[in-house]
T-cell receptor, first 116, second 111 residues
């Protein structure tokens, strides 16, 4: 079982550019969540995708958008990058089980984004 | 805002039990207590969760008080590899499992 995989592991972008980050969930999982972790802070929830739709969203601007594909993999897109978007971006996957109960979330190792 | 309160840091001697406390006095009846840890520069790792009964797995034990207002994560025999930031989080697993991370407890296991 490969667990949650994210790509790329590191990325450097210029302010104003756009970036796409990718996530493959743990085998058997159908829900993907994205988190942003600034240096020295805890992860902050961006949004969650289930059945190819955004189900929950944290306090992030519309510059942050996402997509989930039929195979449950997901992308995070960030437009008009700001220096403050530099962070570790984490993907977590889980399963919506019986009765709508979500199983525990498993995290990938993250993508380190640096905006210069 | 995080609904939990944890001490910012703790030390533990290698081989001894590490007891990490968490206060969640405003927890709702349908919220679970989850524990994750994050070793430097890695993604958070799930440890254990519970609703009201004590739980144990291969990594740790979770003790939840009867009134559910606090809990303790116990690592029975801490090793140097257990040095990490430990997060206690309350989660409504019926409404998605969005995790609200607070500051966590930085556990330092010393030889």
């Amino acid at each position: 079982d490969a667990g949650v995989t994210q790509s790329p592991t590191h990325l450097i972008k210029t302010r104003g550019q756009q970036v796409t980050l990718r996530c493959s969930p743990k085998s058997g999982h159908d829900t993907v969540s994205w988190y942003q972790q600034a240096l020295g802070q805890g992860p902050q929830f961006i949004f969650q995708y289930y059945e190819e739709e955004e189900r929950q969203r944290g306090n992030f601007p519309d510059r942050f958008s996402g997509h989930q594909f039929p195979n449950y993999s997901s992308e995070l897109n960030v437009n008009a990058l700001l220096l403050g978007d530099s962070a570790l971006y984490l993907c977590a996957s889980s399963l919506v089980g019986t009765g709508g109960l979500y199983t525990e979330a498993f995290f990938g190792q993250g993508t380190r984004l640096t905006v210069v | 805002d995080a609904k939990t309160t944890q001490p910012p840091s703790m030390d533990c001697a290698e081989g001894r039990a590490a007891n990490l406390p968490c206060n969640h006095s405003t927890i709702s009846g349908n919220e679970y207590v989850y524990w994750y840890r994050q070793i430097h520069s890695q993604g958070p790792q799930y440890i254990i969760h519970g609703l009201k009964n004590n739980e144990t797995n291969e990594m740790a034990s979770l003790i939840i008080t009867e009134d559910r207002k606090s809990s303790t994560l116990i690592l029975p025999h801490a090793t140097l590899r257990d040095t990490a930031v430990y997060y206690c989080i309350v989660v409504q697993i019926h409404a998605g499992n969005m995790l609200t991370f607070g500051g966590g407890t930085r556990l330092m296991v010393k030889p």
